[in-house]
């Protein structure tokens, strides 16, 4: 089925329990899918969403059915909703488009099928909880207008092998990555001021970390139990080093210190 441009509102219930229904494409001026609209409809597993700015979605609302393998964001699409894919565990494949500018809360959080995302460099701002959990995800790529990295964005994502944060990105959240228990390599950007809380937090095959001389501030538990970590080089700038950031690791032998003026040892 195709939802014509001209619709604003899906209904609840509107097509639960279609069950030949395979393939949905979403219209640009949809505002409003309610609860349960596609749910039951079990051979659903591909979704082309156009829809610009659709509303973000409560625990409670879950439009979709879990059996969907893939989900295309068109070239109009701005905003992609929160919690819009949550917990697909099957979902294996996900087309960004071009004009994206926000990814909110948690939509793609649980989908442990999810192997490779790029995201392009129309998007500013990944939020909380984006891509939390995605534990086959092996490949990020991070568009280059991305400023932030919410809290737990890639938290629970065990597969990821490697990530650059681009320069672009001014701050990385609290427990942006944690237990990326197969994170061996991160580059980490030249504009990038501060380190969250725990943002790399039991990240236990990450061997060597270079924090950038744009960075004041690394905090609690940032790399807290990396206990692959061998050696660390400190920044120019930093200032501020929360208490048990490097805790823990059990096999840090190296440590190039070129922080000027560090005054804040929690």
Same mark, same amino acid.
Do not use: H, M, Q
């Given at each position: 089925i195709t939802i014509p441009n001209s619709v604003t509102s899906i209904g609840e219930d509107a097509f639960k329990s279609c069950k030949g229904l395979t393939t949905v494409t979403i219209g640009e001026k949809v505002e409003s899918i309610h609860r349960w609209a596609f749910s039951e409809c079990?051979?659903?597993?591909? *979704?082309?969403?156009?829809?610009? &700015?659709?509303? @973000?979605?409560?625990?409670? @609302?879950?439009?979709?059915?879990?059996? /969907?393998?893939?989900?295309i964001f068109g070239n109009k699409v701005e905003h992609i909703p929160a919690r819009l894919c949550y917990d697909m565990n099957k979902l294996s494949e996900i087309t960004i488009g071009e004009k994206v500018e926000s990814i909110s !809360?948690?939509?793609?959080? %649980?989908?442990?099928?999810?192997?490779?995302?790029?995201?392009? &460099?129309? *998007?500013?701002?990944? @939020?909380? @909880?984006?891509?939390?959990?995605?534990?086959?995800? $092996?490949? *990020?790529? /991070? %568009?280059?207008?991305?400023?932030?990295? %919410?809290?737990?964005?890639?938290?629970?994502?065990?597969?990821? /092998?490697?990530? $650059?944060?681009?320069?672009?990105?001014?701050?990385? %959240? !609290?427990?942006?990555?944690?237990?990326?228990n197969d994170l061996t390599s991160v580059t980490i950007g030249e504009n990038v001021e501060n380190i969250g809380r725990g943002a790399f937090y039991q990240c236990k095959s990450l061997a060597s970390v270079t924090i950038p001389a744009s960075v004041t501030s690394i905090g609690r538990y940032a790399f807290y139990y990396c206990s692959g970590l061998t050696s660390i080089t400190i920044g120019e700038k930093v200032d501020t080093i929360g208490s048990y950031a490097f805790n823990d690791c059990r096999s840090l032998t190296s440590i190039t210190w070129k922080a000027k003026n560090c005054t804040n040892l929690e």
């Open positions: 079990d051979a659903l597993t591909s *979704v082309v969403w156009n829809a610009r &700015n659709c509303n @973000d979605y409560s625990s409670y @609302d879950d439009p979709f059915s879990s059996n /969907i393998t893939s989900f !809360e948690s939509p793609f959080s %649980g989908c442990s099928g999810l192997i490779s995302v790029t995201i392009p &460099n129309s *998007v500013t701002s990944i @939020d909380k @909880d984006a891509f939390k959990s995605c534990s086959s995800l $092996t490949s *990020v790529t /991070i %568009g280059e207008k991305v400023e932030n990295i %919410g809290e737990e964005a890639f938290s629970g994502c065990s597969g990821l /092998i490697s990530v $650059t944060i681009p320069n672009s990105v001014i701050s990385i %959240g !609290e427990y942006a990555f944690r237990s990326c």
